[in-house]
């Protein structure tokens, strides 16, 4: 997959590609089915570490930028400080 991809095209392609293995589990003989089985187990594990991941990340990018706990001015009392969240300073 294109590192590129949005999250919601990430989404789609994972379930069409659980669907699919569903299919073929369903489709094919023992040997092939528990092949499919097994892929299909590892991409609906994923799916699901992804939706969780996904709903944090966009609840995180959602806040605010800076900490409720530290300020620049507070912070910038503290020599060396280069922290993004409250000075903006890059790492």
């Not at 299909?40 to 959602?62: H, P, Q, S, Y």
Request: net charge positive; aromatic share 4%.
């Amino acid at each position: 997959m294109s590192p590129k991809l949005s999250v919601e095209e990430v989404l789609a392609q994972l379930e069409q590609h659980a669907v699919f293995h569903r299919e073929r589990e369903a489709f094919h003989s023992r040997e092939e089915r528990a092949l499919h089985a097994a892929e299909l187990e590892k991409i609906l594990e994923n799916l699901e570490a992804f939706r969780t991941v996904a709903a944090t990340a966009v609840d995180l990018a959602g806040r605010s930028r800076r900490s409720p706990f530290r300020t620049r001015r507070s912070c910038r009392r503290r020599a060396g400080c280069r922290s993004a969240v409250c000075c903006g300073a890059s790492s």
